[in-house]
């Protein structure tokens, strides 16, 4: 059964790294790993995409190990703004080929 | 100008009822997507249509029908609404895709159904 799991919640304090890690343990073989934030009461908003080793952008670093199960997205420096919800989006070979968002993980940026 | 723009943004409605939720994208993108986001914030793609052909069609009730009148439209019809259709629909586009959102998707601010 194909599952895409991330940790439910995390704390933070501003200034701080922010890692937040994402399992697909049935990642398609072509497709690509992409991060999603959203905001309340807003659509999801691409963060970074990867397909493998480290992806970086002005935003987010994407770390993604060889075997490609599972992925980290990494926030430097946080700030009070980046309290958000973030998914990570895989395709996945199951009995047939299927987009799935993972759970979501809830961070909150404390002062 | 909104890039993924879909309207409207609350719709409540009553059981039985027919609805339909409406979905631009100015971007010039090939693929345009529907998402469903329950209560506990759990994202599920619906739909996705490429160059007015479906190429994904999750397992979703045939109560909804996504219609594609020009690449630029993604309208979501849902007939004999139900209690559990009450969600928060996302709309997005892609430029490109095989159903997979290879590249980055845009999302519309959601449509959130209500039904009572």
């Known amino acids: 059964l194909a599952k895409t799991t991330q940790p439910i919640s995390m704390d933070s304090y501003e200034g701080q790294e922010v890692n937040i890690t994402c399992s697909h343990n049935?990642?398609?073989?072509?497709?690509?790993i992409t991060w999603y934030q959203q905001f309340p009461s807003q659509g999801p908003r691409f963060i970074i995409q990867?397909?493998?080793t480290k992806v970086t952008n002005e935003v987010a670093s994407l770390f993604i190990p060889a075997d490609r199960k599972s992925s980290t997205l990494s926030l430097p420096r946080v700030s009070l703004s980046d309290t958000a919800v973030y998914y990570c989006?895989?395709?996945?070979?199951?009995?047939?080929?299927?987009?799935?968002f993972g759970s979501g993980t809830r961070l909150l940026v404390r002062p | 100008d909104t890039a993924v723009s879909q309207t409207p943004k609350y719709l409540v409605t009553q059981m039985g009822n027919d609805k339909s939720i409406k979905c631009e994208q100015n971007?010039?993108?090939?693929?345009m997507y529907w998402y469903k986001q329950d209560s506990k914030k759990f994202l599920k793609i619906m739909f996705s249509?490429?160059?007015?052909?479906?190429?994904i069609n999750e397992t979703v009730p045939n109560r909804f029908s996504p219609k594609s009148p020009d690449k630029a439209h993604l309208n979501l019809h849902i007939n004999s609404l139900e209690l559990g259709d009450s969600a928060v629909y996302f709309c997005?586009?892609?430029?490109?895709?095989?159903?997979?959102?290879?590249?980055?998707?845009?999302f519309g601010q959601g449509t959130r159904l209500t039904v009572v």
């Open positions: 997005a586009s892609s430029q490109e895709g095989r159903g997979g959102m290879s590249a980055e998707a845009f």
């Open positions: 049935n990642i398609a073989t072509n497709d690509y």
């Open positions: 990867g397909y493998k």
């Open positions: 989006l895989v395709g996945v070979e199951d009995s047939s080929y299927k987009l799935i």
């Open positions: 971007l010039g993108h090939d693929t």
């Open positions: 249509y490429n160059n007015k052909e479906l190429i």
